[in-house]
């Protein structure tokens, strides 16, 4: 899929998104019994705004933060296909050589082809739903 036919999100969605974040960044470190940041509060408030009213000003923003995603998800993507293939099929497919299993009937096939012959055929195509 082109990122072309991805659909950017709207302003609205947007503004509401980086405002929660602006406001948790902005409280985190009253947690920790430190000062809120005023100033990431007021940003937060500020994309609060212009989200509700669905701002024209925040589409740059969006579009660069969209654009950003694109780039993230063209490196990110592989890298975590190929952590959960090196982590999960690659010691999935040892233990089934260690302990010796042929789930799909590789070495009982001949080598021509690895369809399974029935010979004792009870079912139709008939009815098949």
């Given at each position: 899929m082109k990122h072309k036919d991805i659909k950017i999100g709207s302003n609205r969605s947007f503004g509401m998104v980086f405002f929660v974040v602006f406001l948790a960044i902005g409280l985190w470190?009253?947690?920790?019994?430190?000062?809120?940041r005023i100033?990431?509060?007021?940003?937060?408030?500020?994309?609060?705004?212009?989200?509700?009213?669905?701002?024209?000003?925040?589409?740059?923003?969006?579009?660069?933060?969209?654009?950003f995603g694109i780039f993230l998800g063209n490196f990110i993507a592989p890298i975590?296909?190929?952590?959960?293939?090196?982590?999960?099929?690659?010691?999935?497919?040892?233990?089934?050589?260690?302990?010796?299993?042929?789930?799909?009937?590789?070495?009982?096939?001949?080598d021509k082809t690895y369809w399974i012959e029935k010979k004792d055929i009870t079912s139709s195509m008939k009815n098949q739903f």
């Open positions: 470190p009253a947690l920790s019994g430190n000062e809120i100033w990431l509060i007021i940003i937060s408030l500020i994309f609060f705004i212009l989200g509700i009213f669905n701002s024209k000003i925040l589409t740059p923003l969006n579009k660069v933060w969209f654009r975590v296909m190929g952590i959960v293939f090196f982590l999960v099929v690659t010691p999935t497919g040892l233990i089934m050589k260690l302990f010796r299993k042929d789930l799909i009937n590789l070495k009982q096939n001949n």
